[in-house]
């Protein structure tokens, strides 16, 4: 038999990892059901995947930096799971060095689209994952050629129709990252890191697939009731 100091001990440890587990709760309820909205400005990095002509063009690919400039909202559904939905604008991209075997010179793509993903997201105390699809309408875009000592520099916009160097105005795609959630003094902010894997070629005679990345620092407002959240008993 237990000797009654051991006896208390356990029932101590017992007693010990309920209060932990009851905080720990606590803490996923507050971190995970709420619903917000949101501004998002981001800084974006985007490239291309060539397809076959990936591997060539490897060596001469550089990213471009654009902005992201919109609204997300989250719909708290349980404490750990929820809905996300954004609505934005996206300056995507790519540049070519000198040398390359698409362009020769030094070139850069630049893409102004409207973006919306929806995405579920995981909760796990502070620390969320979320994954879902997006699609993106394509504004405007423009190439800027460096020139040579035999080619003129030139800038010019892109074109939407059926031609050589056109581009497709619709894409379709898939994101997926994570994120964390944490207070400074009353405030609570969350840090995100995105990848965006776009599933459908924009160009019409090249292969061109978008790839960006971006992590975001936002403050985060829930609203004081949430009429998205599970409740106790239904």
Known sequence: MLSKTNSF?????????????IFSLQSIQSFS??????????EVNSNFNYGKSNNALHPF??????????LSFQAGITPMFSLVTETYFTMKGATLKTGNPLTANKSTLRLYNVEIPVLARFH???????????????ITGRIK???????????????FHNVPDGFKRWEAGVQAGAGYN????????ALDLRYGYG??????????????FNISFIAVKPWKSNPFGHKAGK
């Open 124 to 138: 796990f105390n502070r620390l969320y994952i979320n994954a879902g699809p997006y699609v993106s309408y394509t």
């Open 145 to 159: 050629t460096d020139g040579s000592q035999t080619i003129q520099e030139k800038s010019t916009s892109i074109s």
């Open 33 to 42: 059901q709420s619903t917000h909205l949101k501004p998002l400005l981001v």
């Open 61 to 70: 690919k550089k990213d471009v930096k654009g902005v992201l400039a919109g």
């Open 199 to 212: 599933l459908t070629n924009i160009s019409q005679d090249a292969v061109r697939y978008n790839r960006t």
């Open 182 to 189: 944490f207070r400074i003094k009353k405030t609570t902010m």
């Open 9 to 21: 001990s356990v029932r101590t440890s017992k007693m010990s990892i309920a209060i932990a587990l």
